[in-house]
């Protein structure tokens, strides 16, 4: 059971900086699969010739394997697209949860 405070995810794209997207709320189970199938088509559509995409994660209240397991297909996904980014300011959680996971050395951390 979740309140509204654990399962809400939001993506703001400033519009001054079309390359950078700040993610805001909760990255879990319940928020992953509503933005899951989006995400890479936002991506590809602000990708800039000289710019690599900032995902930024500070003010991600909460973070869970499911957020982790899309950050890391993401990754995926934007490596077979030729689409760089980076994330900027990521949670501790994440960090652990990638540690714990083995797959740290694989975040693109600015």
């Known amino acids: 059971m979740s309140d509204s405070n654990t399962s809400r995810m939001t993506v703001d794209n400033d519009p001054a900086s079309p ?3 700040v993610l805001s709320g909760s990255l879990n189970r319940d928020t992953v699969p509503y933005f899951w199938r989006n995400s890479l088509q936002q991506l590809a559509s602000a990708q800039s010739d000289d710019k690599p995409l900032m995902l930024d994660l500070h003010n991600v209240e909460h973070i869970d394997t499911a957020g982790l397991a899309w950050i890391m297909n993401l990754i995926r996904d934007t490596k077979q697209k030729n689409i ?15 540690k714990i996971s083995d797959v740290e050395r694989f975040l693109p951390i600015q």
Request: glycine fraction near 0%.
């Open 19 to 21: 390359e950078c997207f």
């Open 84 to 98: 760089q980014f980076k994330i900027a300011n990521p949670p501790a959680t994440l960090l652990n949860l990638a």
